[in-house]
């Protein structure tokens, strides 16, 4: 059973560092590790939380945790970079990403959209511990997001999506018109 964050109603990830070390182990890491290490980004990310899959893995029969194809590391790295950026900037200090890269099959399963930013590993989704205001991130994303290119899209579960992807919001009919940084925009 995953944390639950009682404010909110989301569930975190029960997916930890033990069950990241039993599957690593049968899995090559440490290129794609080597690779964050090189570019001043690893650690940005629990390595854990930056390689889990779905959280709908054990429900699609899938792996709980996916290196990204090594033709996608740059967009992993504009990601991290945008993480950086917010955590740099006091917008996010704390967050635990419960998904990140998927398979094209696992996110159709999943429910993910057809052309999904997580299978091109550009995306997280993410909670935020209790007292976070996530209007901040809608701040940055009105002010910075399109400079970043970021993707910022709030679900029903409060589970937070940030990519970097293509300049846009969405909210619970995953539509733009839902989003609560639309309505920050459009309110008097």
């Known amino acids: 059973m995953g944390l639950w964050l009682a404010t909110l109603g989301v569930y975190a990830d029960e997916r930890d560092v033990r069950m990241f070390a039993l599957w690593?182990?049968?899995?090559?890491?440490?290129?794609f590790r080597d690779m964050l290490v090189e570019a001043r980004l690893y650690g940005r990310v629990p390595i854990h939380e930056l390689l889990r899959s779905a959280s709908d893995w054990r429900l699609c029969a899938a792996e709980p945790?996916?290196?990204?194809?090594?033709?996608?590391?740059?967009?992993?790295?504009?990601?991290?970079?945008?993480?950086?950026?917010?955590?740099?900037?006091?917008?996010?200090?704390?967050?635990?990403?419960?998904?990140?890269?998927?398979?094209?099959?696992?996110?159709t399963?999943?429910?993910?959209?057809?052309?999904?930013?997580?299978?091109?590993?550009?995306?997280?989704?993410?909670?935020?511990?209790?007292?976070?205001?996530?209007?901040?991130?809608?701040r940055f994303w009105q002010t910075q997001g399109a400079a970043w290119n970021m993707g910022l899209g709030r679900y029903p579960t409060g589970r937070i999506h940030i990519d970097t992807a293509g300049y846009r919001t969405w909210g619970g009919d995953v539509s733009s018109g839902s989003s609560y940084c639309q309505r920050l925009v459009t309110a008097p």
Do not use: I, M
């Open 65 to 107: 945790f996916a290196v990204p194809p090594v033709g996608q590391w740059p967009a992993v790295r504009s990601t991290l970079q945008l993480l950086k950026a917010l955590g740099d900037q006091h917008v996010l200090r704390s967050y635990e990403v419960v998904s990140a890269y998927r398979n094209p099959t696992l996110n």
């Open 109 to 138: 399963c999943a429910g993910g959209a057809v052309d999904s930013a997580h299978t091109r590993s550009f995306a997280v989704d993410l909670v935020l511990p209790l007292g976070t205001d996530p209007a901040s991130l809608c």
């Open 24 to 31: 690593a182990g049968d899995h090559e890491t440490r290129v």
